[in-house]
């Protein structure tokens, strides 16, 4: 008789998983990392990542999708309960950058994981569904300035974003304060608003 499967315990084993594969991939880098060293990662057998994903390719776009998706949601968690314009947009900066290891570790695995997607159709479907969600969160801060040319300003706040997240990692001793100030004052220009007076 076949056993039977707890539904809870099975998708906290699949979290598990995909937060070991993220942490190898980020050590390993993606073209690097192998099934068995993301079982040794998460001291399983590699049988058990193949029963939860079937291949590689299927960990490795689940470990993707998963961290995209639980950024997307906290950072819109974070814009609903901003009481301000103001508030929103440092929600969101706060957001994309949330503590230097954790924003050396995803934009690490993001670009990591871009570099593999322009060569494999299937990745880069994964990579179209992470475009699709920030894009959903780059227009609803770009429509604070109205939907004039909302789609735009939104194309702008992500190519801030991703530029800042670039220099970001090739930075030695990155300052977290002075990322979220830069992308501040680049989102306000972006937006069309003033920048705050510094000179009191």
Not at 14 to 30: D, P, S
Not at 74 to 87: V, Y
Not at 108 to 114: A, H, I, K
Not at 165 to 174: K, W
């Amino acid at each position: 008789m076949a056993r039977k499967i707890n539904p809870i315990q099975d998708r906290a084993r699949r979290t598990a998983l995909e937060k070991a594969a993220y942490l190898a991939i980020y050590e390993q880098g993606y073209a690097g990392v192998t099934l068995a060293d993301i079982a040794a990662h998460a001291g399983v057998s590699r049988g058990t990542l193949v029963y939860h994903f079937g291949s590689r390719a299927g960990l490795l776009s689940a470990v993707v999708q998963r961290f995209t998706r639980t950024i997307g949601v906290a950072t819109r968690r974070a814009l609903r309960q901003a009481a301000t314009p103001e508030d929103k947009l440092r929600a969101y900066v706060e957001n994309q950058f949330y503590g230097v290891d954790n924003t050396r570790r995803f934009y690490t695995v993001s670009l990591d994981f871009l570099a593999a997607a322009t060569r494999d159709d299937a990745l880069m479907a994964v990579q179209r569904d992470f475009l699709r969600e920030t894009l959903a969160l780059d227009l609803e801060l770009a429509r604070l300035s109205g939907e004039t040319g909302a789609p735009a300003r939104a194309r702008q706040l992500r190519a801030l974003v991703e530029g800042l997240s670039v220099r970001f990692l090739a930075d030695p001793h990155p300052e977290l304060a002075a990322y979220r100030s830069d992308c501040l004052t680049g989102l306000r220009a972006i937006l069309g608003w003033p920048q705050p007076d510094r000179s009191g």
